[in-house]
């Protein structure tokens, strides 16, 4: 396969975004073994920071399917870690928020995240995280209009 720009490329874009996005996982996973979730700490996330947030608007934050999103709230759910809200004024919506079992592992998931980032993104200069994540921002655009 090759770019444009002359660049010969082995792999696809996606498929090495791929691998990066399962070992960042498997690893964000392995730090946090000790809590009972072993997926979905960043939806928990999105949600703490969303005060109220839909699972439609979850849906979209995430990019994935209604589908999916209600999987992921039935799953963190069961484990204490969120509550359906019914909305005050359209009896059809709930919004999601944390319990306090979820504001206690917060600052964890956090210190995780970071954890994993810093590894992954060890070597690299200032300029060139920059420049990486201007680049990814770019190719998130660049599929979003597509």
């Known amino acids: 396969m090759k770019l444009e720009s002359n660049v ?3 792999e696809p ?5 791929g691998k990066i996005s399962k070992m960042s996982q498997d690893n964000l ?3 946090l073994s000790h809590l009972d979730i072993d997926r979905s700490f960043y ?7 969303g005060k109220g947030i839909t699972q439609q608007e ?17 799953y963190l759910s069961s484990n204490g870690y969120v509550e359906r809200i019914p909305n005050k004024t ?7 928020v944390i319990t306090e079992k979820a504001v206690k592992v917060i600052p964890e998931i956090k210190k995780a995240l970071h954890e994993v980032s810093l590894v992954s993104l060890k ?24």
């Open 43 to 49: 939806p928990l996330l999105l949600i703490e920071s």
């Open 29 to 31: 996973r392995n730090i």
């Open 13 to 17: 874009v996606e498929r090495i975004m």
């Open 123 to 146: 070597g690299l200069s200032e300029h060139q995280k920059n420049e990486l994540y201007s680049m990814l921002v770019t190719i998130e655009s660049n599929l979003f209009n597509l």
């Open 90 to 96: 359209d009896k059809r919506k709930y919004e999601l």
């Open 58 to 74: 979850l849906s979209r934050e995430l990019s994935c399917d209604k589908v999916q999103v209600v999987r992921i709230i039935d």
């Open 8 to 10: 010969i490329i082995n």
